[in-house]
């Protein structure tokens, strides 16, 4: 099985002036992170836009970032969808495209039993060989997990992980606890340094698009015990993270790309374009920080 511990960039989608995926795009930043070190991807995810994007839109984007990957790394697809058949289709489409992992949020909108949602979740399991990867995000799925409900995924071999996109770090603790050889991704970038110290493995994250070698040396320096030096530089991440929460983080972090060589293109309607003066709010705030 591939590594799947470490630094995983949630990938961003870049958009052409048309509106549509930059697949040239998608391919430089697959490769410009893969130079940097990055452990593996997570494709598809909320910092992807997926669920701005076409049921053949997000096939697409998977199908260009395996292809761009080439077995070079650990891949990871996110594939949730509200209804279980169109996740499961998704899901046997990653399959063949080479993923080492499927993921998903839980279904969301109409409010599931957390009976409704496990069999969702052990659905998708048993129609794919891969391993799935629980996807735990509150705040957006409106779905909360107590660490108990995580554990009932877990205790199956067939659910490798989850990605942890909370400051619930006392349930991180306990499903670490009783699950050492699962792998627990932090979620949160700004939090990432007390993910860690609560047992994550590393973390997946949208900041990472353009500054992964920040968070390679802060589980590096995590890693060795120089707990002082990583606090520092996670004080040094969150000042940018900061700066990026007022314009808006996905928003933020195409512009970015754009200043660095990338041409991102905005994130789709109805998302806001970035005004000059967020623009020039980045450029005075980040651009100098990297
Ligand atoms: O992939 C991302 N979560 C969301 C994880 O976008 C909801 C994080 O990387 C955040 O964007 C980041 C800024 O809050 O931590």
Redesign the pocket.
Known sequence: MKNFKGIFP?LLTPFDGNGKINDEELIRLVEYNIEKGVDGF?AG???AEAFLLSFEERKQILKTIAEAANGRCTLIAQTGCIGTDLTIELARCCESLGYDAVSSVPPFYYKFTFDEIKSYYFDLAKAVDIPVIIYN?P??SGVSFTAGNICEFLNDERFLGV?F?SNDFYSLERIRRTHPDKILYN?????MLAGLSMGADGG?????NFMAEKFIKLLELFNSGNMSEARMLQAHINDI?EA??KTG??QGEKYVLDRLGFNMGPCRRPYAELSEEQKDYIDKNVIPLL
Do not use: P, Q, R, W
Request: aromatic share 16%.
């Open positions: 949630a997570y995810g909320s910092t995000i705040a957006f990605k996109t979620g949160y970038d700004e939090m997946i994250g949208s900041t990472y993270i990026l929460i983080v996905m």
